[in-house]
């Protein structure tokens, strides 16, 4: 929450791509000393730094990796809103996603091999480089693009007059977007619904996997088997599927099309449960298919969707709105879905039994949402309007 609440205030002061030089700049030094703590812990043990300086370390990394997550993505997508015409986003943003899963197949892949790799800072090392080739890649796009390509539908709609803002009232103005424009509070029903949703079925699945898999090597090989399974999924989908859906059936139906495939899978789910009397492995390999699906999707389909949502927006709905959205309302969401897990955690039947449940109810008033939405965005767009 603090962390957006500065970067509420960093939108007010900066340009849009000063935020990027500012954040990664920041990232890529934190990560560069996490990097560095882990080559001295692994070369000389962790006598040399301490018992209480590496509890703070882990801390501090944790929070760090969690952050630049939520707010830095957050800000790319904010950012591609500010530059594209939503026409221009229905052929780019697919683009953009199949690339992204690439990267993440790698990363993935990379996790399988933690044993043969011997250690863990090279992939520290990898994703350093990577923070810090962000700051040339945008100050090289913002040289060589024309201006007159990088503009947004709102860029075509003379915006509100901006009234000078306080202190206090520009760190919580996303906030005050979200509660009074119900095109926006829309949006955030559609971008942190599906974590609860995420958090209490991925909680299943590691439940089973830690009855099934149970030394750390072993566990390590899953996740990494499942994240290479999701983003290749959603690799084939973003690049072969999607643009085509979106293309013949709009914005409307994709934004209603992953909730309805959700509810489906998750109802296989479920009657195979109740129904199937499945092993401990069956279940697990069961709900690893559900997981796949849902989390694969959502890459390909919910997200690019979702963000194309904020094109029609104002800039503090795009940068500040969205900057609550993401990043705490994302985590919040998957707070209340932690806490349901925590409700159900000691009976697995029970875990998967209610949480579906509870799945279901959710599922049903994202779908509500999503057809407000979409319909709404249609509108902005045929209007040339804007909202926020």
Known sequence: FIAVLIYSKLVDKFKKEKLFYILCTFYGVIFLVITGTLIAYEAWGPQVIGKYPL?????????????????????????????CTTDAAKVGYPFIVAVAQLSAIGASILNIFIPQ??????????????????????????????????????EKVKDRPKKKQGFFQ???????????????????IISTFYEVVATIVDYQLNSQASLVYTTPIAYARFTGIFGTCVNTLSFLVALLGFR?????????????????LLTAFLSVLYAYFLYGSPTSTQLLWATFGVMVVAKGLSYAINNPTKEMMYIPTSKDAKFKAKGF?????????????????????????????????????????????????????????????IVG
């Open 325 to 385: 959205i993401d990043p705490f309302g994302g985590r919040s969401a998957k707070t209340i879905g932690a806490a349901i897990n925590n409700t159900f955690k000691h009976d697995l039947s029970e875990l998967m039994m209610y949480g579906t449940l509870i799945s279901f109810g959710l599922i049903g008033v994202w779908i509500v949402a999503a057809i407000y939405v979409g319909q709404k965005n249609a509108s902005l767009v045929k209007n040339n309007e």
């Open 244 to 260: 085509h859906i979106l293309k013949k059936y709009g914005l409307r139906l994709c934004l209603l099309l992953y909730p309805i």
């Open 55 to 83: 509890a703070g370390f882990g801390w501090v990394s944790y929070f760090a990796i969690e952050s630049f997550g939520s707010i830095v993505i957050a800000l790319f997508w904010s950012y591609a809103a500010s530059i």
């Open 170 to 188: 520009g760190m919580v103005q996303g906030l005050v977007i979200i509660a009074t424009r119900p095109y926006i509070f829309g949006i955030l």
């Open 117 to 154: 790799i011997g250690s863990i800072w090279p992939i520290f090392l990898v994703a350093t480089i990577a923070v810090a080739l962000v700051c040339p890649i945008i100050n090289k796009l913002v040289r060589t693009v024309p201006a007159d390509q990088m503009v947004s539908n709102s």
